[in-house]
């Protein structure tokens, strides 16, 4: 049995943080197929690490908070790289009628 090796960045890699309203009624499943099939060259990761409802959200609705991993393997990233990385993902999730909150 052969096992894959992937050597890792010497970068350094950025957490980026996106709350997005989600309809209670909406299946987590079909959310995060959506959220999730959002791609960019940069991205690493990606992972669910809160859940929220109650106070400041609007009734109806959920805030779940998704951990972005981006980096590169043969640079280090740019603010400009990070700011590209934001406003495509923005427009990601505008395009299917959510929220960031």
Known sequence: KHESFK???VYPQTLLDFSILKPK???????N????????TL????KVISVYEGE???????SITFRFTVG????????EDLTDFQSKFISHIEKMNYKLR
């Open 72 to 79: 590169s393997n043969e640079r280090t990233l740019s603010a």
């Open 7 to 9: 050597m890792f960045s």
């Open 43 to 46: 991205l690493k990761s990606v």
């Open 25 to 31: 009624e909406e299946f987590y499943s079909d959310f």
């Open 33 to 40: 197929a959506k959220v999730s099939s959002f791609t960019h």
């Open 56 to 62: 400041n959200i609007p009734s109806g609705n959920q």
